[in-house]
């Protein structure tokens, strides 16, 4: 659900801000997404700091349908923010011109098979580590680390916070010297990344988890991923 949902909004979003913005703010304006995304993960650190407040009962009792009864907040936000926008410029005129195709799908499939398959590649990697720093990190850290499990969620509020400031920092350097050149970089970091962080992690050291986190979360999760925001539109 959380796939189809991201995959859904980053996309989208990702296509309405590119066509709208101008040649040379594209990064800086798409990079926006993965600031949001960033929001979102700084805010779900301060709900768990929150619910460790709470009696360890109370939280398997009734504690735990709070996090999720504050979806609809965001849930209810995000459709009044759908219902309230404009299409893009290049969608109207697009849509003026009828010159359309009658079956996108079909289109897709027959004539952008080598993109889709290029971003699906592109995607692959980059996406495994991000996981693995929002999600797998915090369960490796408490049981094979040892790590207080109150120290993770501020943590990852930090690394969030990093994150979307690289987003957008990323995005702007990619208006200046190329998405492609950005992304190169970001992912020969990546590859080289995991190995030593994993040997950082094991050590047990809080400024070695802290300095993984937010390297992960700047390059990985949110900081190529903003440059792909107008990268794979383009």
Same mark, same amino acid.
């Given at each position: 659900?959380?796939?189809f949902?991201?995959?859904?909004e ?5 296509t309405?801000?590119?066509?709208t913005?101008t040649p ?9 997404i ?5 929001a979102?993960t700084?805010?779900?650190a301060l709900?768990?700091? =929150? +619910?460790? %407040?709470?009696?360890p ?5 009734w504690?735990? !349908?709070? /996090?999720? #009864?504050?979806?609809i ?13 404009d ?8 849509k003026?011109?009828r ?8 289109e897709?499939?027959?004539?952008g ?6 971003v699906?590649?592109?995607n692959?990697g980059?996406s ?7 999600v797998?990190m ?5 049981t094979?680390?040892g790590?207080?499990?109150?120290f993770?969620p ?6 969030s916070?990093?994150?979307g400031? =690289? +987003?957008? %920092?990323?995005?702007i ?7 492609? !050149?950005? /992304?190169? #970089?970001?992912t ?9 962080a ?6 047990g050291?809080?400024l ?5 986190i ?6 990985a999760?949110?900081?190529?991923v903003?440059v ?6 383009e």
């Open positions: 659900a959380q796939g949902g991201a995959g859904a980053q996309s989208g979003g990702a309405l801000l590119t066509e913005a040379g703010t594209r990064g800086k304006l798409a990079s926006l993965m600031v949001g995304a960033a979102g700084a805010l779900g709900v768990w700091i =929150a +619910a460790q %407040s709470l009696a009962n109370d939280m398997l009792t504690g735990w !349908r709070l /996090v999720f #009864l504050s979806s907040f965001v849930t209810v936000a995000a459709l009044i923010i759908r219902r309230k926008l299409e893009s410029p290049v969608f109207e005129e697009i003026q011109a010159t359309e195709p009658p079956a996108p799908l079909r897709v499939a027959k004539n098979k080598a993109n889709v398959l290029r699906i590649l592109m692959l980059v495994t580590q991000s996981y693995t720093i929002q797998f915090a369960s490796y850290l408490i094979v680390v790590t207080d499990p109150k993770i501020p943590v990852l509020l930090i690394g916070l990093c994150g400031v =690289a +987003a957008v %920092s990323f995005g350097l990619s208006d200046k010297i190329g998405r492609r !050149r950005v /992304v190169s #970089l970001i020969g970091a990546l590859i080289l990344f995991p190995a030593p994993f040997l950082l992690l094991t050590t050291s809080p070695a988890i802290v300095l993984v937010i390297v992960g979360f700047v390059l999760c949110q900081g190529v903003g792909h925001m107008s990268y794979f539109p």
